[in-house]
């Protein structure tokens, strides 16, 4: 497994709007604060440090999952992190790029 898929980026097997199509959630994972700076209509916040707390809550959502950050680097861990607990997700990178390809 190369580098950038293991960090979510790479081999997009799935792309965002097959994703949608599955109901996906999008979980931020910047801060509070900057989540309160602009985000994408309909995200939920849960920032990365507390992700790991919200594994349950999150697979009781029983959808698919596009994490995204401001820049990418954050939500690749998201998506490392909740696939690791067997969740479907996948790295949608930045806010604002991923808000444009919705």
Do not use: Y
């Amino acid at each position: 497994m190369g580098l950038l898929s293991m960090l979510g980026f790479g081999g997009k097997s799935e792309s965002i709007k097959e994703f949608v199509d599955k109901g996906a959630v999008i979980i931020d994972v910047r801060t509070p604060g900057e989540f309160q700076g602009g985000h994408i209509k309909g995200a939920k916040n849960i920032p990365l440090n507390t992700l790991g707390n919200q594994i349950e809550s999150i697979k009781k959502m029983n959808k698919p999952v596009i994490a995204c950050c401001a820049s990418g680097m954050r939500s690749a861990q998201a998506t490392s992190i909740l696939k690791n607990n067997g969740i479907d997700a996948m790295n949608g990178g930045g806010w604002s790029s991923l808000e444009n390809k919705l």
